[in-house]
């Protein structure tokens, strides 16, 4: 969610404990609204499923078993 103007993990973000002044708490930008503080993500995880991870093996993963006598 946006948190004072900052796209954050809501559950890390740091609150400022002065009363005083309000913090401004908002619905990701650039996502259609569900309800309340509730983003559509639908097209996100379609996107996230075509990345690939950064580090690829070129050969598969070899599995060594150990034997003990």
């Known amino acids: 969610m946006n948190i004072d103007g900052r796209n954050t993990i809501a559950c890390l973000a ?13 619905p990701l930008p650039y996502f259609s609204v569900l309800r309340d503080l509730v983003v559509e993500m ?5 996107q996230y499923k075509q990345i690939n991870p950064v580090l690829m093996r070129k050969n598969p993963k070899v599995n060594y078993q150990c034997f003990s006598s």
């Open 42 to 46: 639908t097209n996100f995880y379609i």
């Open 14 to 26: 740091y609150i400022d404990k002065n009363l005083q002044i309000p913090s401004k708490i908002m």
